[in-house]
Nanobody, 113 residues
Framework: QLQLVESGGGLVQPGGSLRLSCAAS????????IGWFRQAPGTERTGVSC?????????FYADFVKGRFTISRDNAKNTIYLQMNSLKPEDTAVYYC?????WGQGTQVTVSS
């Protein structure tokens, strides 16, 4: 059964860093495109970054994270990562990984002093 499990969220000060993980089971992470989304209270879920599948390396970043966030994939661990640097209060949200209609449970990221 296909499953996505996020981890790595937490409370961090502005300017700090976090690395989110999305551990996949039921399929190889290098076969499908996988994305990170986020949702802040009272807002719609928004795409943050995506990495292509089928062994490809095409990567997409939303403008509001370009230069600060990096998506990567570890095929041996079957895990997708989102390295988040220079975090801002407006990055506060629940972060989800996604494959087609499948979503993880989300991990909370709070950026606050």
């Amino acid at each position: 059964q296909l499953q996505l499990v996020e981890s790595g969220g937490g409370l961090v000060q502005p300017g700090g860093s976090l690395r989110l993980s999305c551990a996949a089971s039921g399929f190889p992470v290098d076969y499908y495109a996988i994305g990170w989304f986020r949702q802040a209270p009272g807002t719609e879920r928004t795409g943050v970054s995506c990495i292509s599948g089928r062994g490809g390396s095409a990567i997409f970043y939303a403008d509001f994270v370009k230069g600060r966030f990096t998506i990567s994939r570890d095929n041996a661990k079957n895990t997708i990562y989102l390295q988040m640097n220079s975090l801002k209060p407006e990055d506060t949200a629940v972060y989800y990984c996604n494959l087609d209609v499948y979503w993880g449970q989300g991990t909370q990221v709070t950026v606050s002093s």
